[in-house]
């Protein structure tokens, strides 16, 4: 396997490249800085001076209570939630509807057995096809911690005589996050663990376009190597330098106390997304005549996969269409949530990789083979399109 | 051993080559002369696997260029008309890099790399990167790469363009001992440089072969077995006079420039009496692959 000779060599030059280590440690310390700010953010959103919070997030799910004593209802943010009486009647079916996100039933004697610090039993009834019941759940489960904590402290201090106080307190240790908190940190996190896939375009570019502009490309086409072993081996070498980096990316993001769930099925993830948009970048390269051409050409190119990666996975966030599978993102968020997700989920976004990938390195391949291209004169993108799809004649 | 059949190649509109049809011997030394867009880069690109020709095909050793790539490229070591090489690299880690893709066994591949440093004169520079080379370094360092398979068969495209005289002949030098050994196809600008290595010359005009043969044959061919040239005050002479001479095969005035093919040296004096006091300088030359060259493009 001669491609993984060049992956050893580009792989090996790369990791000690100067260039590399200052770029490597550069955007080590943009994700701290990130970090900081992000986490300043979350600070001052989650003081109770209060951060106004984005408007959309007001009214974000809804959820039927039946509680008649108040003991939960009062402690659930209502501005993000909107509390519905229970009305055992509709609630189930407008649960089933997707109208509402949750269903909660405090039994009717809770404040008696609250008072005689006896257990309660708080039912949960959540759409498993809503995608803002993983959200919901935790902002729930929040203010059943903080009701629990609240009796737990009540029935210490009933312990101890009266004229003396406690020396242990139960207090709340953790208030849990806001509901529009967990929005924003799903979205931010998920654009921390795919930035590091297009941070490295550039190499692609200068291990592809750089063959040609340095002409060392026609020693390497001389070589007894299939134009697919050059393609594929030097993509390759750079999908081991995301994942090295991604590694890195998510230790940090752990260490720093970033929840998150799946941490091993999430780098697979990410790492899987990276391949078709190293394909896709080295399809750009292949056809550019120089860095400046192929410079544009990515960032037109880039901002469509953004595009494409980003609206599913908000779309999911808001509304959970069945659609916004489509996007890899939607399914890392799913993943990082610890969502419990159909496996038919996962095949639509791992499909959408497998086929672009598919796509884009075939049509690297063929670019990189044609004669015209790497050695000129170059065809127009219209004519090319007329060759591939067989209405002109060329070589395609 | 390499069999060029029916070759053509268009860039474009422009075609680079025209039905061209070559074959190189076992161990034969063969330079393809032609002038600058003549197809000489184009043909050996074809040879070495770089480029499609649209029609045509060449094998080597029975292999086809089309049918079984990897074979022929495996048994072909190409040096490109610029040493373009990687700058990141490191001498020795560029050879073992070059080494490794055409497959050199491991246990042997640091014994190669260190005798082709040697033999290139470049053992002492073999930890310095590539970029701090001058040209003909480079060019040292691309001839040992070019040799790091030990193929059978060598293709040299232009190696001793812009090098100094020194570097030059120390890389001709090097080509004459490949001789016999290898299958070697040069493509040179330079007619001494052909003339002095090549077994056989083919001269490449437009995309096609224009002649071919040994440096001599290709000599004797054009006219005459002696060149009068002689410098003049003024051109005006009359060339009919001198053309009428018996011996004299062909007169060719260039400005104050008189060149004269002659088939002997019998009637140089009466020549030199014609032109009387409007001669400055006299000497005679034999013809070389220059005038053959000239002679067969023009």
Known sequence: ?396 | MINISSLTKYFGKTRALDNLNLNIKKGELLGIIGPNGAGKTTAIRIVCGILRPDSGDVTVDGYSILKDPIKVKSMIGYLPEEPNLYERFRARDLLRYFGELYGVPKESLDWRVSELLELVGMEKRARHRINTFSKGLRQRIAIARALIHDPPIIIFDEPTMGLDPATSLAIREFIDGLKGEKTILLCTHYMDEADALCDRVAILNNGKIRDMGTPEYLKAKIHGDIILQIKIKSPDIDINEIDALDSVENVNLKGLNLSISLSSKDEISDIAGLIGNNMLSINTKEPSLDDVFINSVK
């Open chain 1, 1 to 396: 396997m001669r491609l993984l000779k060049i992956t050893k060599w580009e792989l090996k030059n790369t990791l000690w490249s100067k260039k590399f280590i200052m770029i490597f440690i550069l955007q080590l310390g943009v994700l701290i800085l990130m970090m900081t700010f992000f986490n300043s953010f979350i600070t001052g959103i989650d003081s109770e001076k209060g951060v106004s919070l984005s408007p959309s997030l007001s009214g974000f799910a809804s959820i039927a209570v039946s509680d008649n004593n108040t003991i939960l209802v009062n402690r659930i943010n209502k501005e993000v939630l909107n509390i519905e009486k229970m009305d055992y009647k509709n609630s189930f079916a407008r649960l089933k509807d997707g109208k509402i996100t949750t269903v909660i039933v405090i039994p009717e004697n809770s404040q008696k057995k609250v008072k005689r610090f006896q257990t309660i039993s708080v039912k949960l009834y959540l759409n498993p096809e809503d995608p803002k019941q993983a959200v919901v759940l935790k902002e729930v489960n929040s203010s059943l911690e903080a009701l629990s904590a609240s009796i737990s402290e009540q029935w210490i201090d009933s312990l101890i005589p009266s004229g003396k106080s406690a020396n242990t307190r139960v207090k709340e240790e953790k208030k849990g996050e806001s509901l529009p908190l967990q929005l924003i940190n799903k979205m931010m996190m998920v654009v921390l663990l795919f930035l590091p896939l297009f941070l490295f375009g550039n190499m692609v570019v200068d291990s592809i376009v750089g063959e040609k502009e340095r002409k060392t490309g026609e020693i390497l086409i001389a070589m007894p190597l299939s134009h697919s072993d050059i393609i594929i081996g030097k993509n390759m070498a750079i999908v081991l330098t995301i994942a090295l980096q991604l590694a890195i990316w998510i230790l940090i993001l752990l260490v720093a106390g970033f929840n998150i769930e799946n941490p091993l099925l999430v780098y697979i993830g990410v790492v899987s997304t990276s391949v078709p948009i190293i394909g896709i970048t080295s399809a750009v390269a292949a056809y550019s005549k120089n860095y400046k051409e192929a410079g544009i050409g990515l960032s037109f190119i880039y901002i469509i996969i953004v595009g494409f990666l980003i609206v599913p996975a908000l779309a999911y966030v808001s509304n959970g269409s069945k659609w916004s599978n489509i996007s890899p993102m939607t399914m890392i968020i799913r993943l990082f949530s610890g969502e419990n997700t159909p496996a038919i989920d996962f095949l639509i976004p791992i499909f959408s990789i497998v086929v672009v990938s598919l796509v884009s390195y075939l049509i690297s391949i063929k670019l990189f083979k044609r004669d015209d291209i790497v050695f000129g004169p170059r065809p127009g993108i219209f004519r090319l399109m007329l060759d591939f799809l067989g209405i002109k004649k060329g070589s395609f």
